[in-house]
């Protein structure tokens, strides 16, 4: 069971807009910043979103992130067939003091 | 630009040690915070450790702590992961990640090597 909790699964259609959640805690997303992070099959992850809406370099603004208390959002807006891949959501937890991952949300293009 | 090899997974029995190694190459080492990640197959993402840029901050899963060691060697641009008293449950690839700071905290991983698999077996 993951600390930070992420739904199994998302779809959408071309063009649509999509809302991947994370939820969690005071002692992490609450008081910490959210990162988030993409993977395809058999290849490393990917850093999508820092200090909870920051892009690095070369992530298109399609892709944007949000946090409100203990919640956080990745949203993907425009989707493309190649969005299809895993998104986790991660933040430094306080009590644990360690970073801990959401479970993933497999997102699929329809 | 940013290359992160790993070495050292390998199959290795219940309560045995394994060392993974991370060679860093293409930026400032020590001008960064490096952490391991791992991944058992077909599932989630596990933050395993994390290492301040002057080692001087250190942290870990609770899942590891007391069996897993991090260390670095700027002067060798190496990440280093001592894994003791191995369990079945520690088997997955091993990521070495680089962190965007200098800080472990907050954790904000850049850029990730292919990994090195572990599997724990009799």
């Known amino acids: 069971q993951s600390v930070l909790t992420q739904s199994p699964s998302a779809s959408g259609t071309p063009g649509q807009r999509v809302t991947i959640s994370c939820s969690g805690s005071?002692?992490?997303?609450?008081?910490?910043?959210v990162c988030w992070y993409q993977q395809f099959p058999g290849t490393a992850p990917k850093l999508l979103m820092y200090?909870?809406?920051q892009r690095p370099s070369g992530v298109p603004d399609r892709f944007s992130g949000s946090k409100s208390g203990t919640s956080a959002s990745l949203a993907i807006s425009g989707l493309r067939s190649e969005d299809e891949a895993d998104y986790y959501c991660?933040?430094?937890?306080?009590?644990?003091?360690?970073?801990?991952f959401g479970g993933g949300t497999k997102l699929t293009v329809l | 630009e940013v290359q992160l090899v790993e070495s050292g997974g390998g199959l290795v029995q219940p309560g045995r040690s394994l060392r993974l190694s991370c060679a860093a190459s293409?930026?400032?080492?020590?001008?960064?915070?490096m952490h391991w990640v791992r991944q058992a197959p077909g599932k989630g993402l596990e933050w395993v450790s994390g290492?301040?840029?002057?080692?001087?901050?250190?942290g870990y899963a609770d899942s590891v702590r007391g069996r897993f060691s991090i260390s670095r060697d700027n002067a060798k641009n190496s990440l280093y992961l001592q894994m003791n008293s191995l369990r079945a449950e520690d088997s997955a690839l091993y990521y070495c990640?680089?962190?965007?700071?200098?800080?472990?905290?907050?954790?904000?991983?850049?850029?990730w090597g292919q990994g090195t698999l572990v599997t724990v077996s009799s």
């Open positions: 990640a680089k962190d965007l700071s200098f800080s472990v905290v907050p954790t904000a991983i850049g850029s």
């Open positions: 991660a933040a430094w937890d306080d009590n644990l003091s360690g970073n801990v």
């Open positions: 005071s002692s992490n997303i609450g008081n910490n910043y």
């Open positions: 290492i301040s840029r002057n080692s001087g901050s250190i």
């Open positions: 200090r909870n809406n």
């Open positions: 293409g930026f400032t080492f020590d001008d960064h915070a």
